[in-house]
């Protein structure tokens, strides 16, 4: 029997390396100060370790960035539109692979096309743009995630689940509002939880006989994948690549970042299989983004992003990236930090409303644990919670189900030492939690405030 040791390595080696810039508190502190306490308005170079998003911010390989080098940049039919077609349909087999520049752009193509004022989409849980797309049409974005995935400390292997019996009465009572039905996968909003073969399976069923499309928001396709081969009893001999073509054939569209999985800087697509649909879809397309065959991307980024997607599902690099996410949330969970439990596929999420009980969910806790993340050790993070989710479409606001702080681990790009540094911050941080002060807005956008939004601490 061969041994098995506890050590995660790297599934590879380090080929270019790019400075860090070491910045001392002082600095830290005159920084968000001027950013307006937002970290997203730092500058990058006076971020020590970037956690704020796994999107986009990953290390792309040697061979994409010898990808890079056919890229083809002929505006219509370039041999790299193609070479990118074939890699999404090996995995996703749609009939229509639609481009597009990101995730929320394909958002913004499907949802022009489907939302509008009465209607309603429901999801397990809707990440921001999302939402936000979802609203903009004047429709309802509704979340029916499990009552488990609700809870930080709750215990469940996939709690990012749609909940059927709360779709079924939606569509029972709803059908002639509900153009489409979204399943996260992983639910990023949730702390990056899976959702199981037969979960999507279940909503397939249910979707079918009322005759309303399934969509999946796939982006962590991959990961959620792997929890599958892991979790769900008879699946654990399957190929990672088997088990994403059967997610995808139970669904009849889906919406894509490739700046998460696929290892993408930049990218994404609509994928539908109905002609109707998808005129509609490339219409809007040529009209925003781009003629059909590049969608807004480079014939370079088409490259890259086609052999990314081969790389996303191979178990090595999966297996590293699941244990080694879990590696810092374990080590936060038994220093007593509050996490969200299991942990996650792409990221850590700290659950800031137990850990600065003395905030109340109005005075934003997870923005103030980001901003002292930040301020110690350089950290940048992101609030989930209510700042990111309190707004309401009517202008009030309300506290979010949690408010969750993400660590969010770009792929390939930080190693161990770098994590370990991590969890000493947070350690440190959370030593401190009782000393920290809640915040107030003080300027805000009306929609995706959290991007923008200026805020000052409450003394």
Partial sequence: MPVQFKTIIEPFRIHSVEPLRMTTSALRQEAIRQAGYNLFSLHAEDVLIDLLTDSGTGAMSRDQWAAIQHGDESYAGSPSWFRFEAAVKELFPFQHIIPTHQGRAAEKILFSVVGGPGKVIPNNTHFDTTRANVEFTGAEALDLVIPEGKDPQAIHPFKGNLDLDALEALLFERIDDVPAVFITVTNNSGGGQPVSLANIRGASGICHRYKVPLFL??????????????????????????????????????????????????????????????????????????????????????????????????????????????YLGDALDQAGVPVVKPIGGHAVYIDARALLAHIPPLEYPGQSLAVALYEIGGIRSVEIGTVMFGRKPDGSEVPAEMDLVRLAVPRRTYTQSHVDYVIEVVLEVAREAATLPGYRMVSEPPALRHFTATFEPIT
């Fill in 217 to 326: 928001d796939a982006c962590r396709f991959a990961e959620n994948a792997w929890f599958i081969h892991e979790r769900e009893a008879g699946q654990g001999d399957r190929e990672i690549p088997d088990i994403v073509r059967e997610m995808a054939s139970l669904t009849d569209g889906m919406t894509m970042s490739a700046k998460k999985d696929p290892f993408g800087n930049i990218g994404g697509w609509l994928a539908v299989n109905d002609n109707s649909l998808a005129e509609s879809c490339r219409n809007l397309l040529i009209l925003t983004e781009g003629f059909p065959t590049y969608g807004g991307l480079a014939g370079r980024d088409l490259e890259a992003i086609a052999q990314g997607l081969r790389e996303a599902v191979h178990p090595d690099y999966l297996r590293y990236r699941i244990r080694s996410t879990a």
